[in-house]
């Protein structure tokens, strides 16, 4: 009985007895079982076992304190739900299985001390293990039963559509996670258990999936703080065939369609935030490109080894080069959101080239005086090393907030230099939705896959993979279009080694035919 999974199936039977056991939660039990490191991400689809799994770990190490689990005084447990309703109810299974559940009372006998009280949040058994239901973190930090802060906490679902909507939320998020739940815990034995799903790419739990995978990939997984169990599910592949299989899921998905959500499928099943029918930009409209510039007077030339992967015979492209700059709007959002400045190249054909960019938080305007550019670079200083490293036609730079201020101090940054060829442009939003506006901007180039990025520049390719309403920032797609509206290709330069840069779009695919509703209409 040390494996939760097994606990469950003989105590538990009316919720681990409706199919066979799938192979993904004796993995989800064992990581609850057997933790290695002191934090525990659990992304699952659902409907597929995270809340039950975790109630029946919860009355499986509580039962067993004392008769097999004596390296450990007692557990003190904290469980956190989405809203208070949730929290009782978890807190009514435990203790309905622990006064009612006949074969719990008969192989561990009665829970519940003869002095004490359980109540609609707290409730400790008899061998002093205790568990405390909640709906937020008022009060956590330094609560202790005895000598023992909480041997673990468990949030559960715990970031949703409404928690998750504005940057301001997603970092208290982040901050209740980092300087609240994990400081309450017990130094020696704490553990802090996340279940959920994702329900936006700046989610907290989105972010470690993101480092997860990075790390995964890289071969580096022993420098990861978290363990993690993470799946999907979808028709083709049920994760859970014997409970949620192809026949029900296809009726879900359906359901989803139906009611015009068909995101929420993709989001709660696929673990996608968006649909891929619902993305403005997909993995199709990516190119990518590899090399450098050379400057031949005053002229750039784009050096470029590799096109999509493959070598090039030494391609030498004269090209136009622009720059693009989005600042922090306001004061109070420097330390949120991002400044960038990016640099694009267009060449003759009119291809685009993203050179690269600088994405910081907290930028300042001009490097104080006190500060090295490199420890603090400001917006002006990085402007002027893009212009003298590419010698941009045109620097576009965003007219709104504080980045009015950029003008004036670039006027005294270039009399203080004595250099007047830096040629700026005022960027104008002209009242349009910042979205529409870049979407209307950019989606051409990207239409024709006449864009090319570098493979390191991931997050450009994040931010146009998830763009629309709910993508995280915006930031760098912003710049681009400030950096391309205006840009303009070469003329009547003849390159070294002639070059013909033919591009051929992807196909259009036909439209499916819709499918029949699932709805009845009366």
Not at 113 to 128: A, C, F, M, V, Y
Not at 186 to 206: K, R
Not at 269 to 282: K, R, V
Not at 318 to 335: H, K, L
Request: charged share 25%; glycine share 6%.
């Amino acid at each position: 009985m040390s494996n939760t999974v097994s606990f469950g199936r003989l105590f538990l039977p009316d919720d681990f007895g409706r199919s066979a056991t799938p192979a993904f939660h004796y993995h989800m039990a064992e990581a609850m079982d057997y933790a290695i490191r002191d934090q525990l991400l659990m992304v699952l689809p659902r409907g597929h076992g995270k809340t039950v799994l975790t109630k029946a770990y919860i009355l499986k190490t509580f039962l067993r304190k004392g008769i097999f689990d004596k390296n450990i005084d007692f557990h003190f447990f904290i469980w956190l739900a989405a809203t208070q309703s949730q929290s009782f109810l978890n807190l009514d299974y435990i203790k309905g299985h622990l006064e009612e559940n006949e074969r719990i009372i008969y192989y561990f006998g009665k829970q519940r001390p003869q002095r004490g009280t359980w109540n609609k949040e707290d409730i400790e058994l008899k061998n002093g293990c205790k568990l405390m239901t909640r709906s937020n973190v008022s009060g956590i930090r330094g609560m202790a039963k005895k000598h023992m802060r909480p041997t673990r906490i468990i949030a559960d679902d715990f970031e949703d559509e409404n928690n998750t909507k504005t940057e301001t939320s997603r970092a208290q998020i982040r901050n209740v996670i980092t300087a609240v739940l994990k400081p309450a815990l017990d130094p020696d034995v704490g553990i802090l258990q996340l279940n959920g799903t994702p329900v936006h790419f700046d989610a907290f739990i989105v972010r470690l999936l993101d480092k997860y995978n990075k790390h995964r990939k890289d071969g580096t997984l022993d420098k990861f703080a978290w363990d993690v169990v993470t799946y999907k599910t979808t028709i083709d592949n049920p994760l859970w065939p014997s409970y949620q299989g192809e026949q029900k899921l296809r009726a879900k998905k359906q359901f989803y369609i139906d009611s015009q959500m068909p995101a929420k499928w993709y989001q709660e099943y696929e673990m996608l935030i968006q649909s891929p029918d619902d993305m403005a930009f997909t993995e199709r409209h990516l190119r990518y490109w590899d090399g450098h510039v050379e400057m031949r007077g005053n002229q750039p030339f784009l050096i470029v080894t590799h096109i999509d992967g493959q070598r090039t015979d030494g391609m030498e492209l004269p090209v136009n080069i622009f720059t693009g700059t989005d600042s922090a709007t306001e004061v109070e959002s420097m330390e949120i959101d991002y400044t960038v400045i990016i640099a694009a190249a267009i060449d003759e054909h009119n291809n685009t080239y993203v050179l690269g960019y600088t994405r910081k938080r907290n930028m300042p305007i001009r490097t104080p005086v006190f500060e090295d550019y490199e420890s603090k670079p400001g917006i002006v200083d990085t402007l002027y090393e893009y212009h003298k490293m590419y010698q941009p036609k045109m620097h576009s730079i965003e007219d709104v907030g504080i980045s009015k201020g950029i003008f004036p101090s670039l006027k005294q940054f270039m009399r203080e230099k004595n250099d007047f060829t830096m040629n700026i442009r005022r960027g104008k939003h002209g009242g349009r939705n910042k979205l529409d506006r870049i979407y209307a901007i950019i989606s051409g180039r990207f239409a024709n896959r006449t864009v090319f990025i570098k493979e390191t520049h991931s997050e450009f390719v994040s931010e146009l993979l998830t763009f629309g309403p709910r993508m995280a920032n915006d930031d760098i797609l912003d710049a681009f279009a400030y950096c391309i509206e205006r840009a303009y290709p070469p003329k009547n330069i003849t390159p070294q080694n002639e070059v013909r840069n033919k591009i051929t779009p992807f196909p259009y695919e036909k439209q499916l035919p819709q499918p029949k509703n699932s709805w009845i209409t009366v």
